[in-house]
Each structure stands twice: as C-alpha cells, then as structure tokens.
C-alpha cells in the first residue's frame, strides 16, 4: 500500500484535515508491488505532490516516485498511471528527492546487488519517465569505497549540481560521507578534489539531513552533531572553530535528522532525544 496523508488548513479549520483534498483530507494509493513507504515529499511550482520511497513486500524493495494533483488524485500524466517504479536488481528504496528548475526530478538512495549497499541516483523527466542524459539510462548506482553506503539527503546548489549526504558504514561503526555530481550524473572533481569526501566527526558517525546556505556552505545533522563543510567540500573551520557543534540534553541520548537554513542564516536542527521525545535546537550562523 502506498500511502500519502496531507492536510490544509485553506478551507477548515487550522490544524484539521483539509476536506478538499480527496474528500477526506488523505489519499491511499495501493501499489500491487505490495507494501509501501513514503519516504519524501516535493511541491511543484504548480501545486502537484511527488511522493517518492519504495515498494515491494517484506525484504524486497523497488524505488517508487508517484505524482498527485492538488485535489489529492493521482497525476495519470505521469510514469505509468501517474507512478514510476523500477526494479535495480535488489533490495532499492528512495529516501530523498529535490526538483530542478526545469521540473526534473533527483531522487537518492540505496541500491542492494546482494553483496553491498550503494548510493542510487536517478533522475526523471517532468513525465515520470527516467532521464536518459543523466548516468547511465537515467541513474547511476555508486560504490564510493566497497562498503555498504546509502544515501540519506539531496540538495541541488544554485548551479544546480547535486550534493549528496550519505552514510558509510562498516558494520560496527560509520562515517559521514558527501559527495558532488555534475548535472550529467558525473563526480563534481572540484569538491574534495575527488568529488566525494568520508568524514570522521564523533563515535560512532551517522549523517542523515543536510541543507545548503546561500553561499552553497553545507550544514550537515547525524547523531549528536552539526557540521558546516565548505563548497569545496572541507570542514569550515570559522564554524564553532572546529567545523562542528555536538549538540546535548543532559545525559539523554540525542540523534539528530533534519536540518534547516532560516532566512537570516540561523541553522535549526530537529530530532528525538532518548529516542521517545521530539527535539529542537537554534544554532549559530
């Protein structure tokens, strides 16, 4: 089942389900791959929803990107019946997506061949369909350092070139990773001078949100600590001195997911602390 649950407070009351949107405020859309997760949300310029995350039943998964109207019914203009699904030969899931100023689609995540788990990028045309320009066929599945590592976010820079955050790990432990691609699926070899960098922040390391200034500066959320990279993709020292903040709430435990620039620059992060409760912090420019 893939399922998209929104609300408006447009035309109810704040803080209720938005009646207008497919009579009941949400919409179920089933997917005969079998179950299914929303993993991320986009609004286009002109109200339509892209719901991307993946399908398939328990221990399998293929990537799904669906599009709905602003009523909440499915866009049948878009991939097949107003879904795109695609199989790339294992366990593949999309945790992310961002949208480019043509309409276009980047959407990240993990493609499992059975012996590790790789970065999956792809991107898709404004009709659903996989962009054959980019990568090979319209993705490119990437293996940064022959372990298992997966994407967790994507943002597109003001020259739209895609950066990437996304995990490494190595079993009992893990590293940040970033990484930059060229809008042909290429690595970006300006940024870290290979196009991808593997960062040792704390102990253990697990990254799953970034954003991106005005300046293309990249902050960076994962276990208990904010990070702020340069463009060129090195920890900026002018930063909290030491390019990194770790954050804390008494002896709690505090893993940190989502990231957000504000208009003034401030830098709000969010979270769970102790894994039961939500969590908040402002920190500085």
């Known amino acids: 089942m893939f399922c998209s649950c929104l609300c408006s407070d447009v035309f109810a009351q704040a803080g209720t389900l938005d009646s207008s949107f497919d009579f009941d405020g949400k919409v179920i859309t089933s997917s005969n791959a079998g179950g299914a997760r929303i993993w991320d949300l986009i609004v286009q310029s002109d109200g339509k929803i892209i719901a991307a995350g993946g399908s ?144 040792t922040i704390g102990n253990p390391d697990h990254v799953d949100g970034i954003a991106l200034q005005n300046d293309n500066k990249i902050v960076g959320a994962g276990n208990r600590e904010v990070v702020r990279f340069t463009e060129d993709g090195i920890l900026d020292t002018t930063f909290n001195s030491t390019g990194v903040i770790f954050a804390s709430v008494g002896a709690l435990p505090l893993a940190l997911s989502e990231v957000l620039i504000q208009s003034d620059g401030k830098i709000i992060v969010g979270g769970s602390v102790d894994g039961n409760a939500w969590g908040f912090c402002d920190c500085p420019i």
């Open 56 to 199: 398939g039943p328990i221990g399998v998964s293929d990537v799904i990107v669906a599009r709905y109207n602003n009523d909440g019914s499915i866009d049948s203009s878009y991939g097949l019946n107003g879904i795109f699904t695609n199989d790339f030969g294992g366990f593949d899931l999309i945790l992310s997506v961002d949208m480019q100023a043509d309409g276009k689609v980047i959407a990240v995540g993990e493609a499992n061949n059975g012996l590790t788990r790789d970065v999956l990028v792809m991107r898709l045309n404004q009709n659903g369909t996989l962009d054959s320009t980019f990568g090979t066929n319209g993705s490119t599945i990437i293996n940064v350092i022959n372990v298992d590592e997966f994407a967790y976010d994507v943002e597109l820079t003001s020259t739209e070139k895609i950066t990437i955050c996304f995990q490494v790990d190595y079993g009992s432990s893990g590293d940040w990773g970033l990484m930059r691609l060229n809008n042909d699926g290429s690595y970006d070899t300006s940024f870290n001078n290979t196009g991808y960098g593997i960062y």
